[in-house]
């Protein structure tokens, strides 16, 4: 049996301990991981720092998601402390009912087994896992990508022992160090042990991993996310959720990547955007038009309005109405993240109703796609496909159903 498939027997081995945890267990053993994140912050920054000095020939963006401080991993445990005040979705009764026969069922939540995920190098994304799995009583095998590889054994490492001290199993999270395409194909392909794969990370990575694995995949997405700018826009709001949207943190899924604005507006609002942008250092990549009415703006190519950047750069269309920037934003985006800024409620609603994305704002920035600010605690990643969940998926959306069925010695007839 190869290194990888011995990972995931091990996880499908341990998942029935975790599943049977009541949830003040859990929640123990949720505190363990926060308090260990603290306590070895320095075994965690010296992995860290071996990925980084081993990275710098890497882009900017790619270097922020790698990176951890003090501060990002003190963050990280709060967000796990927060999963703790949160109810604990297993066992949870979603309906019942007694037929005719007199049957008594109940549909309850249950954990989905051994959840997989291959993700790139976003160590934070090592701990949302184990921690999103302890609550919902989930094993859970691990592969991030070798860029990574130092970080996330220093992260396993300190909370598998944290947890062994405090005399519980740690058997239930296990990293695959393998981080060969062959390991990647070979985790796709262990239908025998994982229930559910979740990749996370690039568009060519979510892409190879729906095409190619046998194990039941949740897709996340990239994030091409616009923000449309309506004629009856607040254009100081605007500029303010553009910016945030733009600027907060480039190299995210929920950062703004196209700007699309009404033809009525544009000839005295786009410039000012434009500057804007340009003032705080984004390239702006921009439609006949936006070159037209603004200077310095690059041409766009059609490519440049599929691309998900994760830099400082950013495409900028003109539209006719809500209706052209609806088809534009479905023709072109990811399902992911969009946003209206508007005055007008009922081209709210058109917008709302009529764009196919996982989240559509009203007068909102787009970086607020997130399990922590959604109220998760923490997230597995943006779901953009329609079965099983969409969005971040939480806690909920990382259970399954089962049916509890009480008889009396009912036979059927």
């Known amino acids: 049996m190869s290194a990888v498939n011995e990972c995931c027997r091990a996880a499908k081995a341990a998942c029935g301990y975790l ?16 308090q260990s994140l603290l306590d070895e912050t320095d075994t965690i920054l010296q992995g860290n720092a071996l990925d980084l000095a081993a990275a710098q020939d890497k882009p900017e963006h790619f270097l922020d998601r790698l990176a951890l401080d003090a501060t990002r991993i003190c963050g990280i445990g709060e967000g796990v402390r927060a999963l703790i005040t949160l109810n604990d979705p297993v066992g949870e009764i979603k309906e019942s009912w007694t037929t005719d026969t007199g049957l008594n069922i109940v549909k309850v939540r249950v954990p989905l087994g051994v959840v997989g995920i291959i993700y790139e ?15 919902t009583g989930n094993a859970v095998v691990l592969r991030g990508s070798k860029d990574a590889l130092q970080s996330n054994r220093a992260i396993v490492g300190v909370i598998r022992s944290a947890l062994e001290k405090n005399g519980y199993r740690s058997d239930f999270i296990q990293l695959i160090e393998d981080t060969t395409h062959a390991g990647a194909d070979a985790l796709m392909k262990c239908r025998e042990f994982v229930d559910v794969l979740i990749p996370r990370g690039s568009a060519a990575l979510i892409r190879t991993v729906v095409d190619n694995a046998s194990v039941p995949v949740i897709e996340t997405g990239a994030g091409n996310c616009h923000a449309y700018v309506e004629k009856t826009a607040d254009l100081h709001m605007a500029k303010e959720i553009l910016l945030n949207g733009k600027l907060q943190r480039p190299s995210v899924c929920n950062a703004l990547e196209k700007l699309l604005i009404d033809r009525d507006i544009a000839p005295t609002a786009l410039p000012v955007l434009v500057a804007e942008l340009q003032h705080h250092g984004v390239e702006v990549r921009g439609c006949a038009e936006t070159c037209a009415l603004c200077g310095g703006v690059v041409p766009a190519t059609d490519s440049d309005f599929y691309t998900e950047y994760n830099a400082l750069t950013i495409a900028v269309k003109v539209v006719g109405d809500c209706d052209e920037a609806i088809t534009w934003i479905n023709a072109h985006g990811t399902h992911h993240s969009e946003v209206i800024v508007t005055q007008d409620s009922a081209v709210a609603e058109k917008f709302l109703n009529g764009v196919d994305s996982a989240a559509v704002y009203v007068n909102a ?6 399990g922590f600010e959604f109220g998760f605690g923490a997230e597995m990643g943006i779901s953009t496909q329609k079965l099983h969940a969409r969005g971040p998926l939480g806690l909920r959306q990382l259970t399954s159903e089962k049916y509890k069925i009480y008889g009396q010695g009912q036979t059927r007839k």
Do not use: W
């Not at 190098?121 to 609550?135: E, G, M, Q, W, Y």
């Open 121 to 135: 190098a976003r160590p934070n994304v090592t701990v949302d896992a184990i921690a999103l799995c302890i609550k």
């Open 365 to 370: 920035s787009t970086r607020f796609t997130d």
């Open 19 to 34: 599943a049977q945890c009541p949830s003040g267990v859990k929640n123990a053993m949720l505190e363990i991981v926060a």
